[in-house]
């Protein structure tokens, strides 16, 4: 195998690595962005039940 021949097939390897190493990042990417979605709807979660808690809270001190 000479020098070009040897060159090409690296050149190959690489193009193929870039390509997996894309197809990785889109799927991480969907992924952090639907853990994202979910810890934001957590969240608003947690801060409407803290509400309701203050919000019962007063009554029972208002009696």
């Known amino acids: ?4 021949e040897k ?3 690296e050149v190959e ?4 690595y870039n390509s997996q190493l894309s197809e990785m990042l889109n799927g991480l990417q969907k992924e952090k962005a639907k853990a994202v979605r979910v810890l ?3 969240q608003a979660e947690l801060a409407r039940l ?3 808690r203050m919000a019962k809270a007063r009554k029972v001190m208002a009696v």
């Open 50 to 52: 803290k509400q309701v």
């Open 7 to 9: 060159l090409e097939r």
């Open 13 to 16: 390897f690489w193009k193929r």
């Open 40 to 42: 934001q709807q957590k």
């Open 1 to 4: 195998m000479d020098t070009l």
